[in-house]
């Protein structure tokens, strides 16, 4: 295997997993068009030569540190020809319940496990397969449950682990799935493996997280550290924590730093510590052997973090607004340790798993999840989320049409042996409708043709509660109304640097709470979700768009989603068929055919919200679905449909 350098043309670097997509993110990051990837001229060019036209940003250093990063990786994918293997899990529906706001059985204003268990039926009748839990372990809810503090223990907030068993049962009785959401890149600091790793020096605990002392001669970069009051103290490395300022705490007692990629309460685990890892393993058994049939592993790209945990580059920390993360987004041992818990926890029990992993993209998941790997099932990958050039935190309008090109690229250059995840929401991210077009009056047109384009592609769907709903973003007031820490940090840190209304308008932008607000039942107070007020509020428009409403009207985004899901169930090719898209460069006019046995279906929809002219005239064939019931030569806004050829 070639050592990739500076010397190295970008064609090799970009036919190399890691450098395809670390490349791909580089080009949104500048707000490039990911296109240029597969420019003949700038392939032939020498890294060298690129960056001595960067006005030495990609500095020595900068390259020493792109190159480790590639270098690590020896492996290449491999794409397969032929079908598909079948399995459950591309052909379900997997819906994802954020259980703090879904609905709340016990008037405490927090949603909880009897109340998704009341509402079994209205989610079958929508037609999932399966439920994604967002995590509903014991936890002192820093990051609402992503800081877990006992693992083997149900919230109480949720109830209790009898109400978990009936969960199970009634899920079986409805042939309907479960899938747990693990959290193994980090615990709580209250869990106790934490108290004690911080308690004892003996302790092997101290073994399973990143724990320092202070005698540690580097110097951090962080302009915000030194807000958190500790300017005479140094943190072992640079690293910055994704909710913002330094990704060390300093525990002033016992005079040790401890490593937290995410809020100071979220401890980073050393998963180098075997032990750690006997214990990981025995967690997925008693899940395993309760009945779940798998599990969505937050943020598991990260748990391989670089020996020595060294300083990030300097560049590339200003380029992202993270620094240290090329030394843990895809760690030297991250395949090692997703086999291991592959062979030792998923396959004994014939688990389905998929990874979120963000900052990978599509070569590097087909290394994480390709069917000959042993490693993961599937992957979230996060490229498409929004426009190149483009934050979360911005507000903009996305432009449908990158997702076109963005889906054209995944599709063609996946192999059979590869899966998709498809989905634009989740309970980290605003309300895909808004980020497209938060005119109210294209709402419903809009929430269909998402709602199309989803279920029509290669891949398995992943729905978020309340997309089926075509729920919006919320006119939140003030910040008095967010509940979020990653949104409370990033407007603190606004507000430090006198950039008050700068914040306010980049968490209306982002926030995740737009996504995490309860969700509305039917016409009672608080739309059914709950007797008292709730621990976050939702929008006036939001509430009146509720589920009751919505299953009474033929017409509603709700039937659309139901209908979706069963022509899916109906028509397997929608599921596992080729794909073939038409008039790529057409703007604004999506177009492919899937292929499947002598099956033939043709998916057209128009990304805009003018009309636009159909360049094939009207298609003829069996009309599955459409957004709108009759087909005229031109397109109408949003308009999509489903033939069967
Ligand atoms: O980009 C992000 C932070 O800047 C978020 O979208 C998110 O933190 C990231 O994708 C990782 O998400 C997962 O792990 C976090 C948790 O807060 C998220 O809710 C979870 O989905 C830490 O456990
Ligand atoms: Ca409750």
Excluded at 311 to 321: C, F, K, R, V
Excluded at 541 to 548: A, F
Excluded at 558 to 586: Q, T
């Amino acid at each position: 295997m070639i050592q990739l350098s500076k010397d190295s043309r970008l064609g090799d670097i970009i036919d190399h997993p890691v450098g395809h997509d670390m490349c791909y993110r580089l080009l949104l990051e500048l707000g490039l068009n990911p296109l240029l990837l597969k420019n003949k001229l700038l392939r032939r060019l020498r890294f060298r030569t690129l960056a001595k036209f960067s006005r030495g940003q990609l500095d020595d250093a900068f390259m020493e540190s792109f190159f480790r990063l590639l270098n690590i990786e020896k492996e290449r994918p491999v794409n397969r020809t032929g079908e598909p293997t079948p399995a459950w899990w591309k052909e379900a529906t997997i819906y994802q319940i954020y259980p703090r706001s879904f609905c709340d059985s016990n008037a405490d204003g927090i949603g909880d496990l009897q109340g998704i268990i009341g509402k079994l039926d209205d989610l079958k009748a929508l037609g999932v397969d399966a439920l994604w839990l967002s995590p509903i372990y014991r936890s002192p809810d820093d990051d609402n449950g992503y800081d877990i503090s006992d693992y083997y223990d149900i919230h109480e907030d949720f109830g209790t682990m009898a109400d978990f068993d009936e969960l199970i049962a009634e899920l079986e009785k409805r042939d309907m799935r479960l899938i747990m959401d693990m959290v193994l890149n980090h615990t709580s600091d209250e869990h106790a493996w934490f108290q004690e790793a911080l308690r004892d020096p003996q302790s092997p605990k101290r073994d399973y997280y990143f724990l320092r002392d202070v005698a540690s001669p580097k110097r951090i970069t962080d302009k915000n550290f030194h807000a958190h009051g500790h300017d005479d103290l140094s943190p072992p490395n640079n690293w910055t924590s994704f909710f913002r300022g330094s990704a060390w705490r300093y525990f002033p007692d016992e005079e040790l730093w401890g490593l937290h990629l995410f809020s100071k309460k979220q401890m980073d685990l050393n998963w180098e510590s075997e032990a750690l890892r006997d214990e990981i393993m025995k967690i997925l058994h008693f899940w395993l052997e309760k009945g779940v049939s798998g599990f969505r592993l937050d943020v598991i790209n990260y748990i391989s973090k670089a020996e020595g945990l060294p300083d990030g580059n300097e560049t590339i920390g200003a380029m992202l607004s993270f620094y240290g993360i090329e030394h843990y987004v895809f760690g030297a041992k991250l395949n090692e340790y997703l086999r291991d818990m592959q062979a030792r926890a998923f396959t004994p029990y014939r688990a389905f798993t998929v990874g979120e992993c963000p900052g990978v993209g599509r070569e590097m998941s087909k290394l994480l999840a390709g069917e000959e790997r042993g490693e993961m099932d599937l992957v979230f990958s996060f490229d498409h989320l929004e426009n190149p050039g483009f934050t979360r935190w911005d507000d903009y309008c996305y432009d449908l049409n990158y997702y076109k090109q963005y889906m054209i690229n995944e599709q063609e250059a996946l192999g059979s042996n590869h899966w998709m995840s498809l989905f634009f929401e989740n309970h980290d991210n605003p309300r895909m409708i808004s980020k497209v077009n938060p005119d109210p009056s294209v709402r419903e047109q809009l929430g269909k043709l998402l709602a199309l384009l989803l279920f029509s592609m290669r891949g398995t769907v992943f729905l978020y509660q309340g997309q089926e709903l075509g729920l919006v973003n919320e006119d939140f007031r003030s910040m008095d109304d967010i509940r979020d820490v990653e949104s409370l940090n990033y407007y603190q840190e606004k507000v430090a640097e006198g950039k008050e209304e700068q914040g306010w308008r980049d968490v209306m932008a982002g926030s995740r709470d737009h996504a995490r607000t309860p969700y509305p039942w039917n016409d009672q107070p608080y739309a059914g979700f709950s007797s008292v007020k709730p621990w976050i509020e939702s929008s006036s428009s939001n509430r009146s768009n509720h589920l009751k409403a919505q299953q009474a009207d033929e017409q509603s985004i709700w039937h659309f989603y139901r209908r979706l899901i069963d022509i899916r169930r109906r028509h397997k090719g929608l599921v596992y068929g080729d794909v073939k898209f038409m008039k790529k460069k057409k703007r604004h006019y999506w177009a492919c055919y899937r292929t499947y046995g002598d099956k033939r279906y043709f998916i057209e929809a128009n990304l805009s919200d003018k009309p636009i002219k159909r360049p094939t005239g009207k298609p003829q064939g069996h009309l599955i679905i459409s957004t709108h019931d009759r087909h005229k030569r031109t397109l109408q806004p949003y308009e999509a449909s489903i033939i069967e050829l």
